[in-house]
Structure formats: structure tokens, C-alpha cells
């Protein structure tokens, strides 16, 4: 009977040290989970705020490129409105070379300069007010269509960054 007691009580006791043993493990193994998960949320926190950042220097350099964008646009047509407003006071003329050896059309301009003149060489033909104000018109459209390529194209040259 005392054998049996002995040997329960050895049961027992290896019992208990398996027990404190595994637990040992467990909290290592426990410790190290936790460890790997701390690494893998601060590495996530830290891609997400590099993602943000990238965004936030994005945001920012596409603002500045609206901004000049908007600039250059604006410049341009004070640009055109000048020019439409000298052609509407005939402050400036548009003129257009005129090529005299071309007898088809019936014009024959010399290409001497006159006494009231100051443009020498080739022959020229003033245009008309009206079509120099139309003509401004489609190079101002023409202008505004360059300057949104233009933005177009630094936009995508920023996303591609």
C-alpha cells in the first residue's frame, strides 16, 4: 500500500512538473506570438504613415501644379485680352505676307515699302479688324487647349511618381 502511495504521489508530483513545464512553454510560445504581432502592427503603422505621406507630398505637388496651371491660364488670356483690345482700338494691325509672283489671285502688290508705311520687304496685306479678332479667338482657344495638355500631362507625370 506504501508502494502505491509512493507511486501515486510520484505520478502526481511528475504530474505537476509536466504541468509547470508545458505551462512554461505555453507562455513562451504566448510571449512570441505576441512579440510577431507587435512587429507586424508596427510595420503595418509604418507602411500606412510612408503610404500617407507619399499621398500627402502628391496632393500637395498636384495643388502646386493647379496652381501654376490656373496661373499660366489666367496670364494667357490677359494675354488675349490685350491683344483683342489693341486690335478693337487699331493700336495693332495683323498683317499677312502676300506672295506677288502668285498670279492666280489677281493682286498685284508691290513689294517696295510705301511713304506711310514702316514695313519693308515682302509684300503684305492688313486684315480686316473682324477677322484678326476671329483669328485671336481660335489662337486663344488653341492656347487654352495646350495649357490643359499641358496640365493633363503633369498630372500624369505626378501619378506615374
Do not use: F
Amino acid at each position: 500500500m506504501l508502494a502505491g502511495l509512493l507511486l501515486a504521489a510520484g505520478a502526481g508530483c511528475a504530474w505537476k512538473v509536466q504541468d509547470w513545464r508545458y505551462g512554461k512553454q505555453l507562455a513562451e510560445k504566448a510571449r512570441l506570438h505576441q512579440d510577431d504581432l507587435a512587429a507586424i502592427s508596427s510595420a503595418a503603422a509604418t507602411q500606412q504613415r510612408a503610404e500617407q505621406d507619399k499621398r500627402l507630398a502628391l496632393e500637395q505637388h498636384l495643388a502646386t501644379a493647379e496652381k501654376s496651371h490656373y496661373q499660366e491660364l489666367t496670364n494667357a488670356q490677359k494675354d488675349q485680352a490685350r491683344l483683342r483690345d489693341r486690335l478693337a482700338t487699331a493700336d495693332l494691325r495683323l498683317s499677312v505676307l502676300v506672295d506677288a509672283a502668285d498670279t492666280a489671285s489677281g493682286c498685284n502688290l508691290s513689294a517696295a515699302a510705301t511713304t506711310g508705311g514702316l514695313v519693308h520687304g515682302a509684300a503684305r496685306a492688313r486684315l480686316d479688324p473682324a477677322h484678326a479678332q476671329r483669328i485671336v479667338g481660335i489662337t486663344d482657344d488653341g492656347d487654352r487647349g495646350l495649357i490643359a495638355l499641358q496640365a493633363c500631362q503633369a498630372y500624369v507625370r505626378a501619378l506615374q511618381k
